[in-house]
């Protein structure tokens, strides 16, 4: 069973750490001023929204029927809570599934100089952001009548109710083996190929041109296009490297969870349960700390967006 009051506590915290980070990141990044392409921009854009409305849709409206239960007895009658499973599902996929887009796009800028020219444009992140988001929210219409109308409200699991027979009925383990296996199943085993086959072009590629730069010039002075590639490579593994990392105890417990329903004798300890839900929440917030290390325009940037206000203020008392 959970422990309230550490829970809610918990989630406050993450809240009051998450929703600024991302709305920071947001407004530097749309800005257009970190030395990125518009295409990568428009990606990253999308990953910081999409992990602001989780933090929204699942921190801080899944305590609102908890927390203040009296004051929100009408959620009980209606099928709010069923309204609420599609949207935190869809956008926690929507999240996802950004991440691998990014990474798809990364790969074909690195190691597919020809289709890049077509591919790694505004117009095809536009369709490509917007292709996933509506599949996202089609795959999840199901969760709507899944779960019963009702907030479980109780320690655990604090989400919509539902009774034993019907998590190991058949459509429920069809359902929720699906749901699994696109998020966050599918996008591991993805990212980590897309990540290999980026390695591979680009210590071929470095190799390549170093020897060629070396018989042309005699020196193997710096390579303006290996720098990018390596700056660009960085930002990537990074991003996926926290994304796995920070999934994997999650995707772990929500298995070991199945297979308990499924009648195996299994059990985790609750702090497990818990830590893998924080650091999946967490990973909603990490990917500014990576641009901060990764790209100096970036950082630039948070500097300047500090300053103003004591530049202004310093100006006004003039």
Excluded at 32 to 58: H, Q
Excluded at 246 to 253: G, K, T
Excluded at 292 to 305: D, I, L, M, S, Y
């Amino acid at each position: 069973m959970r422990s309230t009051p550490i829970i809610i506590s918990v989630n406050n915290s993450i809240i009051v750490l998450l929703s600024p980070v991302n709305i920071v990141t947001i407004l530097i990044l749309s800005r257009g001023k970190c030395g990125l392409s518009k295409c990568v921009t428009y990606y990253l854009v999308a990953m910081a929204m999409a992990d602001l409305l989780i933090v929204i849709v699942d921190l801080l409206l899944r305590q609102i029927p908890i927390v203040y239960r009296e004051q929100f007895t009408f959620l009980l009658d209606v099928r709010v809570c069923n309204i609420h499973a599609v949207v935190l599902y869809a956008v926690t996929d929507c999240s996802v599934w950004f991440t691998v887009t990014f990474t798809f796009d990364r790969f074909v800028a690195i190691c597919r100089q020809k289709l890049k020219v077509k591919y790694c444009t505004e117009k095809t992140a536009t369709v490509v952001l917007g292709t996933v988001t509506v599949l996202s929210w089609l795959k999840n219409i199901s969760w709507y009548f899944m779960y019963r109308n009702k907030y479980w409200l109780s320690n655990s699991p604090w989400f919509c109710l539902v009774i034993r027979e019907t998590s190991q009925s058949i459509a429920w383990t069809v359902v929720e083996l699906m749901h699994y296996i696109f998020t966050p199943f599918v996008p591991f085993v993805l990212i980590l190929l897309l990540n290999a086959l980026t390695v591979q072009n680009i210590l071929v590629a470095s190799r390549a041109r170093r020897r060629l730069r070396s018989q042309s010039s005699g020196e193997s002075p710096n390579d303006p296009e290996m720098v990018n590639r390596r700056k660009s490579m960085v930002l990537l593994f990074v991003i996926s490297a926290n994304f796995m990392l920070l999934w994997a105890v999650f995707m772990f417990c929500s298995i070991w969870r199945r297979l308990d329903y499924l009648g195996y004798s299994v059990s985790l300890p609750t702090f497990v349960t818990e830590l893998g839900f924080m650091l999946q929440m967490l990973s909603c917030c990490t990917n500014t700390f990576i641009y901060a290390v990764t790209q100096k325009k970036f950082r630039e940037e948070v500097g300047n967006g500090v300053k103003y206000p004591v530049i202004m203020m310093v100006k006004i008392m003039r």
